[in-house]
């Protein structure tokens, strides 16, 4: 009664969660574009994509990387040859050893009319299958905490993970060498299959031969046995328990185990350690199935379907399952560390500490972002610092085994980011100018807020941007702004400028204008004009300091090597600096 109710319950558990990703799959807004996108709309296209997929040769490419990178793991192979082997054997002797095992009567009974959980080669497959998980787990936990690979980080995710299986793993062999070793295992087996037939001879007989070559420790029965009563017993074991009962021996694990608590097991027996230990197995099961679709263990059905809906589909493919397939994406994470270990700018958190520089560790900040959730001013300041950073170089989504395309996700929550209130100074190259690159994909009024909030942010500041009529007036502080240009080797070259206006006319951003002086204000060359005055207010006031592509076009063909783009990207920053100077 107890095995079934805590099945049932498992399973009940486990069915609820699954059913509350789904709707979360059909719910979460990955990309702004995805909040226009209706439950009904989402489910419709999934299940269209589903169906046309199966009648179509896509089918065969579902096919070839479910068994190809789903199974056998080939992305995991290629990049770590050991962290392939680690997910081989946990993935591969946990899976096994459920479906030989746990799932016994429903798979391994139906295709074997002589199977017994007690006879080979069952027993030695499910030590083998559990020595498997046991190396898996011993490797895993060398990887994480004494090997230390580079910028991989340990959640408690990982550790429950570790734990919940390492708990599975070894009480399933405890309860076996404990049962190995059972007097009271041993007489619940004689009543259950020979109930009153026996004599308390023959049971004598049994008993001894048990003793004497399979292991049973009994309370007043111990060797050496009268070589006639062994006979009797091996008559008796041949003709009632050989035919489901291989030596325990074959357990190559559970048996030396049993061998070495011989001296306690009597002890044991009296304490009811099997039944403790039954107890243990089979609610670490339970709970890890009931859990399995909250935690991290989940990636083992999530890392495959998001495998073969990256592989089928394209740019193409329906807004509503792209956003479908980009929330199943941020439960498909197992958190292996692939991309961040390949990140081209990770080196920077060894220096900063920012865990979100990272992609593996800003993708749970990112899922909560997906989901509406509010974070605190730290986080968001953290994550925008890794927004600045990231060089948009796609390794993340090349590497990772679970096929997920982190740079689509980053680059869509980002811009999710870029709508809140907060000003956000864009200032490094690589993220101007990919996001001038990826314009057509955000709305005019979306694409522009983070560059007129920097811009508002400053305007106060600088009264030239809002009296034009102000009089230019070079104070001695003023020449501040070029004595801090010439500290720099780069920034310094302003000087060099003779006003042929090629960085003007081979800017992208001012060709983009009918009229650009009065969209952008000041233009590369009067930039450089006002730096080499010394004019405060006109050279960070621009409106092109903010609008840059950076690009480097004006730097590549300025006849005087003016390092131009160097130029506006040091007086953002001096902008910046001289903003929250004054706003403090």
Same mark, same amino acid.
Request: glycine share 6%; hydrophobic share 45%.
């Given at each position: ?388 950073? /990231?060089?948009? @170089?796609?390794?993340?989504?090349? %590497?990772?085994? &679970?096929?997920? +395309?982190?740079? *689509?996700?980053?680059?869509? #929550? ?85 006003? /042929?206006?090629? @960085?003007?006319?081979?800017?992208? %951003?001012?060709? &983009?204008?009918? +009229?650009?002086? *009065?969209?952008?204000?000041? #233009? ?61």
């Amino acid at each position: 009664m107890f095995y079934t109710i805590s099945l049932y319950t498992a399973l009940v558990i486990f069915g609820i969660g699954l059913l509350f990703k789904i709707i979360t799959w059909m719910t979460m807004t990955p990309s702004r574009a995805s909040r226009e996108l209706s439950f009904g709309e989402r489910l419709t296209a999934t299940v269209k994509g589903i169906v046309a997929t199966l009648f179509s040769a896509k089918l065969l490419t579902v096919l070839k990387v479910l068994v190809l990178d789903g199974v056998l793991q080939r992305r995991v192979l290629i990049e770590s040859p050991f962290r392939w082997l680690i997910h081989i054997l946990i993935y591969g002797g946990f899976m096994l050893l459920v479906l030989m095992h746990a799932l016994d009567g429903l798979i391994t009974a139906k295709l074997f009319d002589t199977y017994a959980p007690t006879v080979n080669p069952f027993v030695f497959l499910r030590d083998l299958f559990g020595l498997l998980v046991i190396v898996g787990v011993i490797l895993a936990c060398y990887r994480r905490f004494i090997g230390k690979a580079p910028r991989l980080t340990t959640t408690a995710m990982d550790t429950y993970a570790l734990v919940l299986i390492a708990v599975i793993m070894v009480s399933g062999i405890a309860l076996k060498a404990v049962k190995i070793d059972s007097y009271a295992a041993f007489k619940r087996m004689v009543a259950d299959y020979a109930g009153s037939e026996e004599g308390e001879e023959e049971f004598t007989a049994l008993t001894a031969f048990w003793v004497t070559h399979y292991g049973t420790v009994a309370p007043e029965q111990t060797a050496p046995f009268d070589p006639a009563l062994i006979e009797a017993g091996k008559d008796l074991h041949e003709m009632s328990c050989a035919s489901c009962h291989s030596h325990p021996s074959w357990a190559f694990i559970s048996y030396p185990v049993s061998r070495l608590i011989t001296g306690v097991a009597l002890s044991l027996d009296r304490a009811g350690a099997p039944t403790f230990l039954w107890y243990l197995h089979w609610l670490a099961c339970l709970i890890g199935l009931a859990y399995l679709p909250f935690s991290k263990l989940f990636h083992i059905i999530t890392s495959p379907l998001s495998l073969m809906a990256n592989s089928v589909m394209d740019t193409a493919s329906a807004p509503a399952a792209v956003a479908v397939r980009q929330a199943l994406e941020f439960d498909a994470c197992m958190h292996c560390g692939n991309c961040t270990a390949r990140c081209s700018v990770g080196v920077v958190f060894e220096t900063s500490g920012n865990p979100y520089i990272l992609p593996s560790e800003k993708l749970p900040a990112l899922t909560q972002v997906a989901k509406g959730k509010e974070l605190d001013e730290e986080t968001v300041a953290s994550l925008i610092e890794g927004a600045y950073l /990231c060089t948009n @170089c796609h390794r993340c989504t090349d %590497v990772c085994p &679970a096929g997920i +395309n982190l740079q *689509e996700l980053w680059v869509s #929550l980002r811009e999710e980011l870029f709508t809140r209130d907060t000003p956000l100074f864009l200032t490094l190259s690589p993220l101007s100018y990919y996001r001038g690159l990826e314009q057509e994909r955000f709305s005019p009024e979306d694409y522009g807020k983070p560059l007129r909030a920097a811009r508002e942010a400053i305007r106060d500041r600088c009264t030239l941007l809002t009296d034009t009529a102000a009089p230019l007036v070079l104070t001695a502080g003023s020449r501040e702004l070029e004595g801090t240009l010439l500290r720099s080797d780069q920034a310094s070259s302003f000087s060099a400028c003779f006003g /042929c206006q090629t @960085c003007t006319n081979v800017c992208p %951003v001012v060709a &983009a204008f009918d +009229n650009p002086t *009065e969209a952008l204000g000041m #233009l590369p060359h009067q930039i450089m004009y006002a730096a080499g005055l010394g004019v405060k207010d006109l050279a960070l006031g621009s409106n092109m300091l903010w609008d840059c592509l950076t690009c480097y076009q004006c730097q590549e063909q300025c006849p005087q090597g003016v390092k131009v783009t160097e130029v506006l990207y040091e007086l953002k920053h001096l902008a910046i600096d001289y903003t929250q100077e004054g706003l403090r």
